[in-house]
């Protein structure tokens, strides 16, 4: 059994106080939707899936390479959406915006050696989002949905900046996902 990690960035805290604040609305609206925790939300760069434990430190290795260089990313918060769409939604989305282009960038440089231990690339662009809900069922309440879509769709702000990359594992239990850092790289 592997350890089941990703990649992410923590946000800032005007940015996750304002995420928390949407999410609670979000909730109360009565969507039947699986709200993700505030403090579990997070700009995943790249899911690795299970990895052996005697691979980590290479792993960390290859990860401290591919951010040589790599100063803070500015972003804010744009937007609210749904993928695929409104018709079928699975996940509800914030949208981010800032420093997208290098943020794609960086995701490509990170998965690339990665690829060695087995994590699948990613052939998508890279669409930097924050999940708020996931739905298990189709959506009953269009009208509702659509009514907390348009409430958000036009937000721009606040603005924050991700300075440190973390490695998290991730742990399923009864009362949903446990994250744990394994390493950080504060970015200069």
């Not at 691979?55 to 390479?65: K, V």
Request: glycine share 10%; aromatic share 8%.
């Amino acid at each position: 059994m592997g350890i089941r990690s990703f990649l992410a960035f923590e946000l800032p805290g005007d940015i996750k106080s304002e995420v928390a604040r949407i999410s609670a609305n979000g909730q109360k609206s009565g969507l039947d939707a699986g709200w993700v925790k505030p403090a579990n939300i997070h700009l995943t760069m790249l899911f690795l899936g299970d990895m052996a434990e005697r691979d980590m430190p290479a792993i960390i290795s290859s990860i401290d390479n591919g951010l040589k260089g790599t100063t803070p990313f500015e972003i804010s918060l744009s937007g609210m959406g749904l993928f695929p769409d409104i018709k079928r939604p699975r996940v509800m989305w914030l949208g981010l915006n800032g420093d997208k282009e290098r943020l794609s960038a960086l995701r490509d440089r990170l998965q690339a050696p990665l690829e060695l231990f087995g994590v699948e690339q990613e052939k998508r662009p890279f669409t930097p989002h924050l999940t708020l809900a996931r739905f298990r069922k189709p959506v009953k309440d269009a009208a509702l949905l659509k009514g907390l879509i348009d409430k958000y769709s036009d937000i721009t702000g606040p603005q924050g900046r991700l300075d440190e990359l973390v490695l998290f594992k991730s742990e399923l239990r009864q009362g949903g996902s446990v994250y744990t850092k394994i390493h950080a790289w504060p970015l200069a």
